[in-house]
């Protein structure tokens, strides 16, 4: 798309008489006198600026600010020819019907994301868009032809590489916790996935792998946002990743982040949004016909249950999991889904027995879920954890406290809030046993670690 050139910054320029290296030396002084230092524009900023480049926040500003004092007159942004962008405030939360407004609204969240945008930090979980988008992925039509007519070409190696940084990024952030690399995958979308989508030219058949690779990265950025337990920001990204599943029409991604909704729901003690969400992800991997997906979407259909109070409705769908589990072959699904093992099925298991005050099921699923890839260093913190809460509703007090001071040693190594919240549960789960000497004991042994 070409621009428009910038003819009110040329005329400001040369009623103020700058030279353009002139105006950008001037820019950096001023963002570093304002609380905005490392600014490196130079002539050739000025250059894409006339040529009709909107410069990022919160240069426009301060452009002002120079021009006013040079001229002795203020000077708007409007006058600069660089109109304030109105971000609305909904924004991630639509479900857009076209392609065209998809992409729009997505690298418009992750520009804002990037930018830091309070009203992004500060949003709140919203039953009624997740229902929203759920609905619209269950009922609107494959996308037509997802394509871009930009100067780009888009290539395999661009969308190789996009799967590399996924790949890279997920495995960092099960070790580490999401705190230690969620920025840098907001980065990387904002200034590598961006351009493909709004700048490149690409056809049918590149568009949809391009939606997916966009997709299963804003799902993992989405995810990191859940972990640290920003739950708007986190619900905007995952409805974002399933519109950009839909341009791609692929069924199995969709079911995947619709599971991912259905999880965070759980989480936020919504078990019956929880359940719309994990019958939707049902019907996308029935469509699909990936055994591993409905075993996944069943078993959180499960907790939803559990959740809900309805053991015998939570036993009905444990058996349905059971059965799509026993009946996969890994080797005809996406590698995306190899996280979903025997270890992950029984974890899922044990919590629905300790929302449901199961101890003796819970230990049992607990220690399966145990025998896990030594990688998913922040789901074993997560297992341990069930696993002393099932020995304390068993009364093996001891060795619940031997469980508790591994999950809380772990947590102390990773940067995830959920981490910390779970930490937080053991220790309420311990509180009536406070004055037992394994409990004093524990509490004394991971002083440090509460304190951190």
């Not at 939360?93 to 520009?111: D, I, K, P, S």
């Not at 337990?229 to 619709?258: F, K, S, V, W």
């Not at 449901?356 to 399966?368: N, T, Y």
């Not at 879920?369 to 954890?385: A, E, P, Q, T």
């Amino acid at each position: 798309m070409e621009r428009e050139p910038n003819r009110l910054l040329q005329q400001l320029i040369a009623e103020a008489g700058f030279s353009h290296k002139g105006l950008a030396r001037r820019l950096n002084d001023l963002g570093a006198a304002r609380g905005t230092p490392g600014l490196k524009y130079d002539h050739s900023s000025v250059l894409r600026w006339l040529g009709g480049q909107r410069p990022r926040d919160p240069v426009p500003c301060l452009l002002t600010e120079i021009f006013a004092l040079r001229l002795g007159r203020p000077v708007s942004s409007e006058d600069l020819g660089m109109p304030a962008v109105i971000t609305p405030l909904d924004l991630g939360q639509e479900f857009t019907h076209t392609w065209q407004e998809g992409v729009a609204t997505v690298t418009a969240l992750w520009r804002a994301d990037v930018e830091r945008r309070r009203f992004l930090i500060d949003s709140t979980f919203a039953i009624g868009a997740g229902s929203v988008g759920a609905v619209r992925w269950l009922t609107s039509p494959s996308e037509g032809r997802p394509s871009g007519t930009g100067t780009r070409r888009v290539g395999r190696a661009d969308i190789a590489a996009i799967h590399e940084v996924t790949r890279s990024f997920g495995e960092l952030d099960n070790r580490f916790g999401s705190g230690r690399v969620r920025s840098s995958v907001v980065k990387y979308l904002d200034t590598a996935v961006s351009p493909l989508l709004k700048d490149g030219t690409y056809g049918e058949s590149t568009g949809r792998q391009l939606a997916a690779a966009a997709a299963e990265l804003t799902r993992l950025a989405g995810w990191m946002a859940y972990d640290m337990e920003q739950h708007g920001l986190a619900q905007r990204y995952l409805i974002q990743a399933l519109r950009l599943a839909r341009g791609a029409d692929d069924q199995t991604l969709g079911g995947e982040i619709l599971a991912g909704m259905a999880h965070q729901a759980i989480y936020m003690g919504q078990p019956a949004h929880a359940l719309d969400l994990a019958r939707a992800a049902q019907m996308a991997a029935r469509t699909a016909g990936v055994k591993t997906l409905l075993a996944s979407a069943h078993v959180l259909e499960a907790h939803a249950h559990a959740g809900l109070g309805d053991p015998r409705a939570c036993g009905h769908s444990l058996h349905e999991a059971e059965c799509a589990f026993d009946a996969r072959n890994p080797a005809e699904e996406p590698p995306w889904l190899s996280y979903f093992d025997e270890a992950y099925l029984s974890a899922k298991f044990a919590h629905c027995f300790r929302d449901l005050g199961e101890g003796e099921r819970v230990v049992r699923q607990a220690r399966r879920s145990l025998d896990m890839d030594s990688r998913y260093v922040r789901g074993r913190m997560f297992n341990l954890s069930l696993l002393a809460a099932g020995l304390l509703q068993c009364g093996e007090l001891e060795e619940a406290c031997s469980a508790a001071g591994h999950a809380l040693t772990l947590a102390a190594e990773l940067q995830s809030v959920r981490s910390r919240s779970y930490a937080a549960d053991l220790r309420r789960r311990l509180e009536p046993y406070k004055n037992e000497r394994a409990v004093a004991a524990l509490r004394e042994r991971t002083r440090e670690l509460t304190a951190v």
